[in-house]
Structures are given as structure tokens and as C-alpha cells.
Nanobody
């Protein structure tokens, strides 16, 4: 049974940076792709980025060039480095292992001056 634990969120000023972590347990981590999603207040959850088991990476247009996803298969962790943050990036960020319908508790990111 896959378990997910997101961390690293917080309050940051526009233009600032944060790094989120997603620790995955219960599966053979290196075999699966992992995605980050986010949900802003009053909006539906949206996909942000995916890193596949083979290393291929995709980003939604609005974060490409600012966000970087990476993974450490020795630690079973996926990271999301977020730079040049904007108020519209404010949301609860969730990670999800592809093919599993399980979500973590999320971590809140607030971008505000």
C-alpha cells in the first residue's frame, strides 16, 4: 500500500523560492512515475509536473522554467524546487504516484507580500 508524505510548504514573498519534498513508502519507488498537483482555494486540483521512472519530465506551461522536479531513488523522495514564485502559485501541493489512486495530506504554499 503506497503512502505519501509531503513537506516543505510555507509562506514566501513573490519572487521567492521553496523546495517541497514527497516521501514515498510501500512500493518499489524506482519503478513508478510521480506527479505533483496543486489545489488553490475555490478551484479544482490541477496537475503541475511529472517525473517518470525513466527520468522523463513534463511541466504545465505556467510553471515551466520556474519549477524543477527531481527524484532520489535511494531515499524514495521526489522534490519540487519552486523559484520565482507568484501569488497565483498559492495552493495546497500534493504528490501522487502514477497508477495509484492515493493522495498525501498535502503541504500549503502561500505566496504573498
Amino acid at each position: 500500500q503506497v503512502q505519501l508524505a509531503e513537506s516543505g510548504g510555507g509562506l514566501v514573498q513573490p519572487g521567492g523560492s521553496l523546495t517541497l519534498s514527497c516521501r514515498v513508502s510501500g512500493i518499489n519507488f524506482s519503478r513508478y512515475g510521480v506527479a505533483w498537483h496543486r489545489q488553490a482555494p475555490g478551484k479544482e486540483r490541477e496537475w503541475v509536473t511529472t517525473i517518470f521512472s525513466g527520468g522523463k519530465i513534463t511541466y504545465r506551461d505556467t510553471v515551466e522554467g520556474r519549477f524543477t522536479i527531481s527524484r532520489d531513488n535511494t531515499k524514495n523522495i521526489v522534490y519540487l524546487q519552486m523559484n520565482s514564485l507568484k501569488p497565483e502559485d498559492t495552493a495546497v501541493y500534493y504528490c501522487k504516484v502514477l497508477v495509484f489512486d492515493t493522495w498525501g495530506q498535502g503541504t500549503q504554499v502561500t505566496v504573498s507580500s
